[in-house]
Nanobody
Framework: VQLQASGGGLVQAGGSLRLSCAAS????????MGWFRQAPEKEREFVAA????????YFADSVKGRFTISRDNAKNTVYLQMNRLKPEDTAVYYC??????????????????WGQGTQVTVSS
């Protein structure tokens, strides 16, 4: 499975960005998908997850109410809509696929495939 993240960029605080993650998997709808981020000199952290069917989502407290995660299984793509961005959201954002296990896990080690990351920079 190959994952290609895109959509990052530079935005002012309060602005919005939408990240996309395109997957090469034929059975994409069977994979839960997650987004993680890593700020400079910090550990990678969980941001959001979505079930394979798209019927359930889960968010880190730091982004709840501002970010939404969705997927289009016909296009093998998962999205992260980020609104009301803050400088502390600045990070490299990674998408990941989970082929087996609890869909809402926040642990990096549970995810099997990772994209290359896309930079999001929020200026104050």
């Amino acid at each position: 499975v190959q994952l290609q993240a895109s959509g990052g960029g530079l935005v002012q605080a309060g602005g919005s960005l939408r990240l996309s993650c395109a997957a090469s998997a034929r059975t994409f709808s069977s994979y839960a998908m997650g987004w993680f981020r890593q700020a400079p000199e910090k550990e990678r952290e969980f941001v959001a997850a979505i079930k394979g069917s798209g019927s359930s989502t889960y968010f880190a407290d730091s982004v709840k109410g501002r970010f939404t995660i969705s997927r289009d299984n016909a296009k093998n793509t998962v999205y992260l809509q980020m609104n009301r961005l803050k400088p502390e959201d600045t990070a490299v954002y990674y998408c990941a696929a989970l082929t087996y296990g609890f869909w809402g896990t926040t642990q990096q080690r549970d995810y099997d495939y990772w994209g290359q990351g896309t930079q999001v920079t929020v200026s104050s």
